[in-house]
């Protein structure tokens, strides 16, 4: 079954260039929604990146959080209580896709900003796994025992993961 | 005499009472002002982290050959 995913729009990053993050990362997509529910109405953003120092010319970071007007900050441990977490995750899945769709030899790195947002994170590909596009596969990360990247398998309680094209 | 003693004993039990509230509360202020602070802190590097993680993931662990 499709989750219903928020409308997002493309954004100029200029539009958030006073944050320190900006001197540190370069940033490839970006795109804002809003989560609209009982809580109020929250502006989201999708930020795809990468260090400026990086070593991985192909692999990229995703982060998203709430847009902090006040400080050009992300707030990633924000919760909108709009009961929206599918939605929202289906958004910000979608984003990575479009990516991934113009750089076929990219990766995208995700990671919760707590391991709780992790496990959840875990949860959404794991009931969504049956809708991924053919052209990507889907790795997860297990620290322990120095596991290392494997594909993604339903059970396994991973600490990263990361989605490159086939 | 045993009445007055009483209500002098009450009066102090009071004001250490107050007083306790009054010192519990700013240790409750001073600890959220900290918690506050350092969740700020560590969110400015949030990103910066999440960056700095994936480099690492990637220098530690190899990854599955593409098909």
């Known amino acids: 079954m499709?989750?219903?995913?928020y409308t997002t729009i493309e954004v100029n990053t200029d539009e958030y260039k006073?944050?320190?993050?900006?001197?540190?990362?370069?940033?490839?997509?970006?795109?804002k929604f809003t989560s609209t529910g009982d809580s109020g109405s929250f502006e989201l953003i999708v930020f795809i990146f990468r260090s400026k120092k990086s070593?991985?010319?192909?692999?990229?970071?995703?982060?998203?959080g709430k847009w902090n007007v006040d400080t050009s900050e992300v707030d990633d441990l924000f919760e909108t209580r709009n009961r929206d977490v599918e939605r929202i995750l289906a958004t910000v899945a979608q984003v990575a896709v479009n990516f991934l769709?113009?750089?076929?030899?990219?990766?995208?790195?995700?990671?919760?900003?707590?391991?709780?947002?992790?496990?959840?994170?875990?949860?959404?590909?794991?009931?969504?796994?049956?809708?991924v596009p053919p052209s990507l596969r889907i790795e997860g990360l297990v620290v322990k025992d120095n596991f290392g990247w494997a594909d993604f398998k339903k059970g396994i309680n991973y600490d990263a993961f990361l989605l490159p094209a086939k | 005499m045993a009445n007055i003693v009483v209500k002098e004993r009450a009066k102090k039990t009071e004001?250490?009472?107050?007083?306790?509230?009054?010192?519990?509360?700013?240790?409750?202020?001073?600890?959220?002002t900290i918690a506050t602070k350092n969740v700020d802190a560590s969110k400015k590097d949030?990103?910066?982290?999440?960056?700095?993680?994936?480099?690492?993931?990637?220098d530690k662990f190899s990854r599955p050959a593409r098909k």
């Open chain 1, 101 to 131: 769709k113009r750089r076929p030899m990219a990766g995208i790195y995700a990671q919760g900003s707590t391991a709780a947002r992790t496990r959840l994170y875990q949860k959404g590909i794991s009931q969504n796994l049956g809708i």
């Open chain 2, 15 to 32: 004001s250490v009472f107050l007083a306790y509230i009054e010192d519990s509360s700013s240790i409750k202020r001073s600890k959220s």
């Open chain 1, 55 to 64: 070593k991985y010319p192909n692999d990229y970071t995703l982060g998203f």
């Open chain 1, 2 to 5: 499709l989750v219903e995913q």
């Open chain 1, 18 to 31: 006073n944050g320190e993050f900006f001197k540190k990362n370069n940033i490839f997509a970006a795109c």
């Open chain 2, 46 to 58: 949030m990103f910066d982290k999440k960056a700095a993680q994936m480099e690492a993931m990637l």
